[in-house]
């Protein structure tokens, strides 16, 4: 699904990212892990295209998507949601997640005016499926509200709809429980086994680690920009190289 | 009555202009402060062409494309810039536009501009002249008003907007910022260069000093008055500052203090940009309250 190959990033003399290498394959849920500063975010943009890679090679699916721009990188099927949720904040939030549907027909000038009928279907399509998705979150009384009127995780939730409406073959998450309630940590991690049980494959950052051994079938550590150790939840529990990366470096023992 | 007719011809050209900065700067987020330079350039375009001969008609038409080939090519030029840059670069290149149009003499006659530029003959010139283009000014509005509104109400519009919101979240959801944004500079140049064509043959003479930095703060000002990212606030901001701006220039003022009254005006027009985007930012016609 997912593989990378001797991938390195640096900012001036600090290497965020130093020589990773792995291949999700077909695992349905897979997380990452790693202390703060370990390099995970900046994988995850190197991933999704928002950073330019120093050497090495990402491939989706098999098709090599290094080099390539975000937006080209999303269409290939890849969706992801930001560690500082990013709504659209003046656009409703059912506009926000109509405008995730991918490859929108009304995005072009002249199918407006010569297949407008054909627009106006899709549109109506890309709606009942936002207000579908909207039921599902439980978020359908806001739907006519600004999104920056929401709550913080009603917000980390409507980002969590807006890669549903995509229909990806892989999403990428960083840190999609962070700052938000017990009840809704539920509602999201149900949705994500909705998800996996819908052939779709998800790759989560999370500091919360009794979710990651609950969800993630395969669980990606990494210290200092390197990947020091891949394994099954109870194999990463138990390794000596993990526990000293948490508890040697900071007493970060999330 | 004929003073009306003008007022109103001149409020309908500026609402044009205004709406076509609005899809830049309302919808897709981009400051353009060089927008002037489209209205220059249909002015232009089509004041030379049928002085030289050719019919109006196709004069206007080469106008509304050279508008927009050129927006097409400051677009390639200009979308790299991230913000503050942006309004710089389209701010210059208005510079330049001004200063070719002052010095190609050989072309454009430099400062002393264009006299005698033709209107269609079923218009004329004398006074009944004034309610045909009052017709013809009337519908261009209207038709670039629905125009407008079709692209704004569909799809397109609202990706415009996402970009404006934020330009990551749109990448990350597979949208082609660059495209979206070229596409909205060159419609945004075409309607503009469209604005330039009616007052070019409207007032019949145009010189580089109508199109100055002055213009380009007046169609700012007529789109955050009336409301950026709505169509009806940059349509409506069109009428409410030509005619502001007529009503300033009927204040009695004593004959001793005349020649104050050029930076007078231009000192109220500045004051009101301030005050509205102090205190009312979203304008006369609000975008959220749809
Ligand atoms: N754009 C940037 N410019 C310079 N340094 C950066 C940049 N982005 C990240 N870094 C640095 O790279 C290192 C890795 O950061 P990153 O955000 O990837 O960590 P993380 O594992 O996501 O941490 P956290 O768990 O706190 O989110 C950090 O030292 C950070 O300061
Ligand atoms: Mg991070």
Redesign the pocket.
Same mark, same amino acid.
Do not use: R
């Given at each position: 699904m997912l593989e990378l190959k001797n991938v390195r990033k640096s900012? %001036?003399g600090?290497i965020?990212?130093n020589d990773v290498s792995f291949d999700l394959g077909d695992v349905g849920i897979s997380g990452l892990i790693?202390?703060?500063?370990? %390099?995970?975010?900046?994988?995850?943009?190197l991933i999704s295209g928002f950073?330019k890679l120093d050497s090495g090679t990402i491939s989706l699916k098999g098709e090599p998507i290094s080099g390539l721009p975000p937006h080209a990188i999303s269409q290939l099927g890849l969706s992801r949601t930001f560690?500082q949720t990013r709504v659209l904040p003046f656009l409703s939030t059912l506009d926000n997640l109509i405008s995730a549907a991918p490859n929108q027909l009304g995005e072009n000038l002249l199918p407006l005016f010569f297949m407008a009928k054909k627009v106006r279907q899709e549109e109506a399509l890309n709606r009942e499926k936002a207000m579908e998705i909207l039921e599902q979150l439980k978020l359908s009384d806001l739907a006519t509200l600004p999104a920056g009127d929401l709550s913080y995780g009603q917000q980390k939730l409507l980002e969590l709809g807006r890669v549903l409406m995509a229909d990806p073959a892989l999403i990428i998450l960083?840190?999609p429980t962070a700052g938000i309630n017990p009840s809704l940590i539920r509602s999201l991690v149900t949705t994500l086994k909705q998800l996996r049980d819908k052939g779709i494959k998800i790759f989560l950052?999370e500091?919360n680690m009794p979710l990651v051994a609950e969800l993630c079938e395969k669980i990606y550590v990494?210290d200092s920009?390197a990947l020091i150790f891949s394994g099954s939840p109870e194999e990463v529990q138990g390794n000596k190289r993990v526990i000293e990366a948490y508890l040697g470096r900071d007493n970060n023992a999330a | 009555m004929d003073y009306l007719y003008h007022i109103l011809v001149l409020a309908m050209i500026f609402s044009i202009f205004a709406m076509s900065l609005n899809l830049e700067l309302g919808f897709a987020g981009l400051y353009n402060f060089g927008h002037i330079a489209f209205f220059a350039i249909g002015a232009y375009t089509s004041a030379l062409l049928s002085l030289n001969g050719v019919p109006i008609p196709l004069a206007v038409v080469a106008a509304l494309v050279v508008a927009g080939v050129i927006g097409a090519i400051l677009a390639r030029f200009t979308l790299g810039l991230t913000g503050d840059y942006f309004g710089i670069a389209t701010l210059v290149f208005a510079e330049m536009v001004q200063l070719l149009l002052l010095n190609e003499r050989d072309i454009t006659r430099g400062p002393m501009g264009l006299p005698g530029i033709p209107r269609p003959a079923w218009i004329g010139s004398g006074p009944e002249s004034l309610v045909w283009f009052l017709l013809v000014a009337g519908m261009g509005t209207a038709i670039v008003f629905l125009l407008l509104q079709r692209l704004a109400n569909a799809p397109f519009g609202r990706a415009l907007k996402v970009v404006r919101e934020d330009e990551f979240v749109a990448q990350a959801l597979g949208k082609d910022t660059t495209r979206l944004k070229t596409k909205a500079m060159v419609v945004g140049s075409v309607l503009a260069g469209f604005a330039g064509v009616l007052w070019a043959h409207y007032i019949t003479y145009i010189s580089p000093a109508d199109f100055t930095l002055n213009e380009t703060i007046f169609v700012l000002l007529c789109v955050v008055v009336g409301g950026k990212g709505t169509n009806l606030g940059p349509l409506l901001g069109g009428f409410a500052i030509v005619f502001f701006g007529e009503f300033v220039r009927f204040i009695p003022i004593p004959s001793e203090f005349s020649r104050f009254v050029a930076p007078l005006q231009g000192m109220i027009y500045g004051g009101l940009l301030i005050v509205m985007m102090l205190k009312r930012p979203q304008g006369l016609i609000s975008e959220s309250r749809r």
């Open positions: 900012f %001036g600090l965020a990212v790693g202390p703060n500063g370990s %390099g995970k975010t900046t994988l995850f943009h950073y560690q960083d840190e950052v500091h990494m920009g | -």
